[in-house]
T-cell receptor, first 119, second 116 residues
Framework: AQKVTQAQTEISVVEKEDVTLDCVYE???????LFWYKQPPSGELVFLIR??????QNEISGRYSWNFQKSTSSFNFTITASQVVDSAVYFC????????????????FGKGTLLTVNP | GAVVSQHPSWVICKSGTSVKIECRSL??????MFWYRQFPKQSLMLMAT?????????EQGVEKDKFLINHASLTLSTLTVTSAHPEDSSFYIC????????????FGPGTRLTVL
């Protein structure tokens, strides 16, 4: 069975600090996808990134960066120079293929990390 | 792009009534949509996978007669909570899978259901 662990339940930082959100996953699939979503207080989940299992390159998008380490089954997310608007719950998710054709990906979510950025 | 809408955003109803929630993909076609339920301060729990033109696949423990799902077109899926009771009060979120964007699921804004 697939599993996603976000060990950090809550993190509180002061604005402009860097913060890393951890994500560790378990899967038996050789091909899979990893995702990060942001859920602000409004409730809507915002897609941040999708990474496939064959691409271990780290990615940077503005103040966001992701470190994918297949050897340790981790996909960590770093926010540089955090801002108050970054306050949200962040979910890491792993896709599961529902059939041999690889379609109908079902997501397994971690429990989320509540990030609070204080001014 | 990749916008998913949900309607209504919130609803309050009396116990015993049925409530229909709509999920629409606005700028892409979605052969597959998903319905989730989220309790306060908890993660998302997948309820069912909705495939256009076929029956939905429900997760273990989810009552299919209680939560009716219809995916009649490539841009619309509906979830009907039948004979709602207070324990059905929750935040319901849909997502639509965009095959044109690497099968990424894009989420609607959610519907907060309160059953009195």
């Amino acid at each position: 069975a697939q599993k996603v662990t976000q060990a950090q339940t809550e993190i509180s930082v002061v604005e402009k600090e860097d913060v890393t959100l951890d994500c560790v996953y378990e899967t038996r699939d050789t091909t899979y996808y990893l995702f990060w979503y942001k859920q602000p207080p409004s409730g809507e989940l915002v897609f941040l990134i999708r990474r496939n299992s064959f691409d271990e390159q780290n990615e940077i998008s503005g103040r966001y960066s992701w470190n994918f380490q297949k050897s340790t089954s981790s996909f960590n997310f770093t926010i540089t120079a955090s801002q108050v608007v970054d306050s949200a719950v962040y979910f890491c998710a792993l896709s599961e293929t529902l059939n041999s054709g690889g379609s109908n990906y079902k997501l397994t979510f971690g429990k989320g990390t509540l990030l609070t950025v204080n001014p | 792009g990749a916008v998913v809408s949900q309607h209504p955003s919130w609803v309050i109803c009396k116990s015993g009534t049925s409530v229909k929630i709509e999920c629409r993909s606005l700028d892409f076609q979605a052969t597959t949509m998903f319905w989730y339920r989220q309790f306060p301060k908890q993660s998302l729990m997948l309820m069912a996978t909705s495939n256009e033109g076929s029956k939905a696949t429900y997760e273990q423990g989810v009552e299919k007669d209680k939560f009716l799902i219809n995916h009649a077109s490539l841009t619309l899926s509906t979830l009907t909570v039948t004979s709602a009771h207070p324990e059905d009060s929750s935040f319901y979120i849909c997502s639509a899978r965009d095959r044109g964007r690497g099968d990424t699921q894009y989420f609607g804004p959610g519907t907060r259901l309160t059953v009195l």
